[in-house]
């Protein structure tokens, strides 16, 4: 499965964005994807993970701002990220894999290039 993130850019505080990442190689409903943010000297975290049942997942500082959702015919998982801070400022990944767990603690199999967001104060 080879995924591609993109969807990031510039925006003000309090703005929105919404991330794609869309899938090519094998179907995507089977497996749980999730998506990961890294900002500069920071650890990888965790941001939302949706299974193949379409459960989420979401770190609480995102619980309420940001919403994960797929569309498995179109192979895409989307990020839709409302009320941005400057805090969420990072690289934004997304990877996937059949096990939810592997997933949940940053060890999926697949991964995409990122995509950078920025938040303007």
């Known amino acids: 499965v080879q995924l591609q993130a993109f969807g990031g850019g510039l925006v003000q505080a309090g703005g929105s964005l919404r991330l794609s990442c869309a899938a090519s190689?094998?179907?995507?409903?089977?497996?749980?994807v999730g998506w990961f943010r890294q900002a500069p000297g920071k650890e990888r975290e965790m941001v939302a993970v949706?299974?193949?049942?379409?459960?989420?997942y979401y770190a609480n500082s995102m619980k309420g701002r940001f919403t994960i959702s797929r569309d498995n015919a179109k192979n895409t998982v989307y990020l839709q990220m409302n009320s941005l801070k400057p805090e969420d400022t990072a690289v934004y990944y997304c990877?996937?894999?059949?096990?939810?767990?592997?997933?949940?603690?940053?060890?999926?199999?697949?991964w995409g290039q990122g995509t950078q967001v920025t938040v303007s104060s």
């Open positions: 190689g094998r179907p995507f409903g089977s497996y749980t």
């Open positions: 949706i299974s193949v049942s379409s459960s989420t």
């Open positions: 990877a996937a894999d059949p096990t939810v767990s592997l997933v949940v603690a940053g060890r999926g199999v697949y």
